[in-house]
């Protein structure tokens, strides 16, 4: 039974690591389209490593040993899960001043994208559709751009704002060109998103964009609305 187990995590493992398919955007390049493929391969790389070292350790335990099973790599960002959210504040593109962290009278989700990103096209336009759900209660919707200014996956002011429009969004957008605020928040990935509740303490971090991180943040933010909370507070 335990090796089993260990074998159910593994292919557990790869089912999150494979990309699933993407639709294709009219308007992508064709750098875009070989930074995605670079980013799945880097993907692919890990669970690569990380299978590997899972059978070294399988094959220790039938050999009757015992060992420790490995572990993923530790993503910065969920370091913030149950802390204080990081204040900061600045103005978004329709010119309003916005802020993250300390108390408020909102629930805030923000995503951190950026415009090559795949899994951020999936992800993006399933909370807009929230954006707009609860565009009349006490929620706020914000994404954030760590797109590039330079670079190979440089994007102009411009270009970010067509990319933006096209995917049909009109939710809150702050293009962190310094990465000031993606520093702050630990972003290392994309698209990462963060639930803030009223009191400024992170609730959720999702890290990735699974087909169901909708339904995911709408139990959340609920949850949230109804005066629970979702973590136990450092």
């Not at 790389?45 to 590997?52: G, N, P």
């Not at 010119?95 to 300390?102: S, V």
Request: glycine share 6%; with cysteine; proline share 6%.
């Amino acid at each position: 039974m335990r090796l089993n187990a260990r074998w159910m995590i593994v292919l557990m493992a790869a089912a999150f690591f494979v990309p699933r398919p993407t639709p294709v955007v009219a308007d992508e390049t064709q750098d875009e389209i070989k930074a995605e493929l670079a980013a799945i391969r880097k993907d692919l790389a890990e669970l690569r490593k990380e299978m590997q070292q899972a059978l070294s350790q399988l094959k220790t335990i039938k050999a009757g040993q015992t060992t420790t099973p490995p572990r993923r790599p530790a993503r910065p960002a969920a370091e913030l899960l149950g802390k204080p959210a990081p204040e900061k504040s600045f103005v978004t593109t329709d010119n309003t001043e916005r802020k993250l962290g300390g108390k408020d009278d909102k629930v805030k989700l923000v995503c951190f994208y950026a415009s090559w990103c795949g899994y951020c096209k999936r992800t993006l336009p399933k909370f807009q559709k929230l954006h707009e759900q609860y565009k009349d209660k006490d929620v706020e919707f914000i994404a954030i751009s760590l797109d590039d200014r330079s670079g190979k996956r440089k994007k102009t002011e411009e270009e970010v704002m067509d990319h933006y429009s096209k995917l049909g969004l009109n939710m809150p957008l702050f293009m962190d060109e310094k990465k000031d605020v993606g520093k702050a928040y630990k972003v290392s990935s994309f698209p990462t998103s963060f639930v803030v509740g009223k009191d400024g303490v992170v609730e959720a971090v999702h890290i990735g964009g699974p087909t169901n991180i909708d339904e995911q943040v709408k139990e959340e933010i609920d949850k949230l609305l109804a005066g629970q909370s979702l973590v136990k507070k450092s």
